[in-house]
């Protein structure tokens, strides 16, 4: 994808990108086999030989060599089994090693007015009390089948906190009427996933007794549900993003929509 500044990067490198500008030292990319392969090539890029090119192109210099030290940043997990989100987390369990984690989707881009999301949710950890912190955004009705929804109460000094009294993975319109408000919202506004999500050590810990005990959802170990299990054992905060977007390239109409919208966005 061609970005604002005309040079064309894989849609991960835009992630990598952020996350590090976010302050994130260690980053480890939860891969299908042979796909680690092929990102770690494409990040260590052209060779000594084609670089000697690239320096009347100063820009694209600059970005081959930034992109070789990003390389040494980054780790992957091999889920050999697609058995669902769940279990495509857990498989970072020796990377994390028992520190807090910030999840974010693959397949999606996010962009903020004044402060990335990435770093604003990585800081919420000095407010979490160790408890995880999933970022949500506003959404209505017909968007409650794609997310996991909240219901909560707002922190009093600091509204955008809330404090999670349920989580559900994709509710009906009538469950979400009825067990899934936030104060301080419309009728039919609804707070969901936003895509990224602080995760406190106890998470590995249920979805190892998910495996252990083949809890599934449609087949799959649901992240969610661990969440769910986890606020119960736990507590859990969520983070409401006013002014940040996401962008999903998951599926190609969403795909289409997005390049440009992104491209558009400061």
């Known amino acids: 994808m061609v970005g604002p500044d005309g040079i064309a990067r894989a849609l991960i490198h835009y992630q990598l990108i952020e996350l590090l500008a976010a302050g994130i030292e260690e980053i480890c990319i939860i891969v299908q086999p042979g796909d680690d392969k092929r990102i770690r090539d494409y990040l260590l890029g052209p060779g000594d030989e084609y670089l000697k090119r690239l320096e009347m192109h ?6 081959a060599r930034d992109m070789r030290e990003m390389a040494d940043r980054v780790t992957f997990a091999v889920q050999h089994e697609q058995q669902g989100y769940g279990h495509a987390v857990y498989q970072t369990k020796g990377f994390a090693n028992d520190q807090t984690i910030l999840l974010c989707l693959g397949d999606h881009l996010f962009r903020g007015k004044g402060v990335s999301p990435y770093k604003e949710l990585a800081e919420t950890a000095k407010l979490s009390d160790g408890k995880s912190v999933s970022a949500v955004n506003a959404i209505g009705p017909a968007e409650l089948k794609g997310f996991g929804t909240i219901a909560g109460l707002r922190r009093a000094g600091n509204s955008r906190l809330i404090d999670v009294s349920l989580i559900i993975e994709k509710p009906t319109v009538e469950v979400a009427r009825q067990r899934l408000r936030v104060d301080g919202l419309q009728d039919d506004v609804f707070l969901g996933w936003f895509g990224m999500h602080l995760l406190s ?14 809890i599934r959802d449609n087949g799959e170990f649901q992240l969610t549900r661990a969440q ?3 606020r119960q054992r736990e507590g859990y905060l969520a983070l409401e993003m006013l002014d940040a977007m996401r962008f999903d390239f998951g599926v190609p ?8 919208a992104f491209r558009e966005v400061d």
Request: hydrophobic fraction near 40%.
């Open 201 to 214: 050590p106890g998470i590995y810990t249920i979805l190892e007794e998910m495996i252990a005990d083949n």
């Open 253 to 260: 109409d969403d795909f289409v929509s997005s390049v440009r």
């Open 228 to 230: 769910e299990i986890q």
């Open 58 to 63: 100063p820009l694209l210099l600059k970005e």
